[in-house]
């Protein structure tokens, strides 16, 4: 089955457990993983400089 656009493909606590450790949302976090994929490293390097900028 296709993913459908804007799931990012991880569960909810994954979401809100990204969202936590990296200072993103967990919106954030759904759009990264959605242009990413869902390696875990990854979106905590892109979500932790989202949430810098953001600062």
Do not use: C, K, N
């Not at 909810?12 to 457990?17: D, G, L, Q």
């Not at 990296?22 to 919106?27: F, H």
């Not at 959605?34 to 600062?55: C, K, M, P, W, Y």
Request: proline share 2%; no cysteine; aromatic share 0%.
């Amino acid at each position: 089955m296709a993913e459908q656009p804007g799931q990012s493909g991880l569960g909810a606590e994954a979401v809100a457990t990204l969202a936590r450790e990296s200072g993103a949302t967990e919106q954030q976090i759904r759009e990264i993983a959605s242009l990413i994929g869902t390696d875990r490293a990854s979106i905590l390097r892109e979500a932790r400089l989202v949430a810098r900028d953001r600062s």
